[in-house]
């Protein structure tokens, strides 16, 4: 055995109660999921919290759920279970393309959508499209059950609104018509597969009569957050051209060079991106 | 701590930390040597075993989760004499040095188990995790392919 374990502890509750008892009780426990992320950093020795609280095996977490006003995704559902669901397949297909874009097969078998989340990298995949769909995420406590607008959960840089004693339990999705809207999503990454996105974006327009009855877009890798662009939307629904859609775009996004890309590709392939789905008719 | 789990369909309890990895438990106590470690995090593919019937990167998971876990490595899909996948990557020249080759084979098997009759994008798509550094992939390709095509022919 690797000594550097000796460190580190794990349990797996028997169920969800208690679950959320030990995160109540023991202040260090983090939650552990797929483990896609946190046994990279375990394994490279930077993994920074010691004790954790498995997850994966709560079989209620995992639950996908349709009802009539919502289609409600279990934190804990994988990105497979989440790309073979025909419901979500059928109405949510930028969910549905997000989650076939993670990492590749062997990853999406294991990786959670909760995990996505409250990882909170601005580069995540499936942030883009949770904000597109008005998503709303459900925090779960011992004491508490809140349910609140995805687009506030991420209040900066790897920061988010969850508390340590609770876990993301559900993201709910409202249910629309939504077979009229252009829905585009698109992942720019150093390869089609196993590549973290340079940018994502995930994009819903509505047209009516000529004019735009409804438009969200939102991107991964431009900001510090997953930023739901709601200057340029404005824009848009105004009946906008495309250059001053893309003059307020380019103002709203903040990219960055890193280690995947830099600021200047990442703000043209923002602006090629939309203009695309500024275009498809 | 104890960890139960099926291996290749055995019933076997071993001692191991919570949070070590599979790959370490299959290649150093059950000694499978057949997964390869490949990068360790999950890019590469080489350590690629089916869990649960589901190909998963076994340096990814951690022993804790495997517990009443059924697990298939490259060994137990050859218990019985060659898998068609594995004849069909002898056959095609589907490999070279052999690092990426059991991973490779654990993904068409995984491929094959969930979708007899694949596409060619979606062979591709189900190859995309696996890396292979002498970069063989047309052959590795064709391989998966006939696999397919040999169907029936042993099992």
Avoid: W
Wanted: hydrophobic fraction near 40%.
């Amino acid at each position: 055995m690797k000594s550097f374990l000796h460190d580190y502890s794990m349990t797996a509750p028997r169920s969800l109660g208690e679950a959320l008892e030990l995160l109540d009780t023991d202040g260090g426990i983090r939650i552990f999921a797929g483990g896609t992320d946190l046994m990279v950093l375990l394994e490279s020795g930077t993994l920074q919290h010691k004790s954790f609280l498995d997850i994966h095996s709560i079989p209620e977490l995992r639950d996908i759920r349709v009802t009539p006003n919502y289609i409600t995704v279990g934190a804990g559902a994988t990105f497979s279970d989440i790309a073979a669901h025909p419901d979500l397949m059928r109405e949510l297909p930028l969910l549905h393309e997000a989650a076939r874009s993670v990492g590749a097969i062997a990853i999406q078998n294991r990786a959670t959508i909760g995990g996505n989340v409250a990882n909170a990298s601005p580069a995540a995949d499936a942030p883009p499209a949770l904000l597109v769909y008005d998503a709303e995420i459900e925090l779960l406590s011992r004491q508490n059950n809140r349910r609140i607008p995805y687009r506030f959960f991420h209040a900066g840089y790897k920061k988010t609104l969850l508390v340590p004693n609770e876990m993301i339990r559900a993201f709910h999705i409202p249910r629309a018509d939504r077979r009229k809207c252009v829905q585009l999503y698109k992942k720019v990454g150093t390869r089609k597969a196993q590549a973290i996105s340079k940018i994502c974006f995930a994009g819903l327009l509505r047209r009516e009569g000529g004019r735009i009855a409804d438009a969200r877009i939102a991107f991964g890798s431009v900001a510090p957050v997953p930023l739901r662009c709601e200057k340029t939307e404005q824009v848009l629904k105004n009946g906008g051209t495309l250059a001053e859609c893309l003059a307020i775009l380019s103002s709203e996004i903040s990219p960055i060079d890193d280690i995947r890309s830099n600021a200047a590709y990442r703000l043209r392939v923002a602006q090629n991106i939309f203009s695309r789905f500024f275009q498809v008719k | 701590m104890k960890i139960t789990m099926t291996l290749n369909g055995k019933r076997m309890t071993f001692d191991a930390h919570p949070m070590s990895r599979l790959l370490d438990l299959l290649r150093e106590d059950a000694r499978l040597t057949g997964t390869k470690e490949g990068c360790g995090e999950g890019e590469c593919g080489a350590c690629s075993i089916i869990m649960n019937g589901r190909l998963v990167n076994s340096c990814l998971v951690p022993a804790l989760q495997c517990e009443g876990a059924d697990i298939l490595t490259i060994e137990g899909v050859s218990a019985g004499g060659l898998h068609r996948v594995q004849e069909a990557f002898l056959q095609h020249g589907g490999a070279q040095c052999g690092a990426c080759t059991p991973g490779m084979i654990m993904a068409v098997v995984a491929l094959l188990d969930h979708n007899p009759n694949p596409s060619e994008a979606q062979i591709r798509e189900a190859l995309a995790g696996n890396l292979c550094r002498c970069t063989g992939y047309m052959r590795i390709f064709e391989s998966a392919k006939n696999a397919i095509a040999a169907k029936g022919a042993t099992r």
